[in-house]
């Protein structure tokens, strides 16, 4: 499953649980196009991210036990210009070798940036 079919899938699914309306998981599964395993991969994503999600059989729904807001997006922007690329910072990350290696001295990798 792809990146940006993942996150549709789970605005969809959030939506459809916020409504009390996602029907049994088989049924569920169908309307999303995946498989009923699929669906509990992506039910249980939802729960380790400490979202109440619990199925109602009195209701046929996965429902919220509280009330939950759930933003999820992303954005995706094609970067052409070689004067817009050379913007881009990657940050650094400092790191700290044992000593047998640098006399316990810290040093950075930081980006390489040819201008």
Not at 13 to 27: G, V
Not at 37 to 61: E, F, G, Q, V, W
Request: net charge positive.
């Amino acid at each position: 499953m792809t990146f940006t079919r993942t996150i549709k899938l789970l605005q969809l699914l959030h939506e459809l649980i916020s409504e009390e309306r996602t029907d049994t998981p088989e049924r569920l599964a169908k309307k999303l196009s995946i498989s009923r395993a699929s669906l509990y991969l992506l039910l249980d994503d939802l729960k380790k991210n400490n979202l109440p999600i619990t199925y109602s059989r009195k209701k046929k729904s996965f429902i919220y036990t509280k009330k939950v807001n759930m933003k999820l997006d992303f954005e995706l922007e094609i970067i052409e210009s070689e004067h817009d690329l050379s913007k881009i910072d990657g940050g650094f990350v400092a790191y700290k070798l044992p000593s047998k290696h640098m006399n316990g001295r810290s040093f950075i990798f930081a980006p390489y940036l040819q201008i």
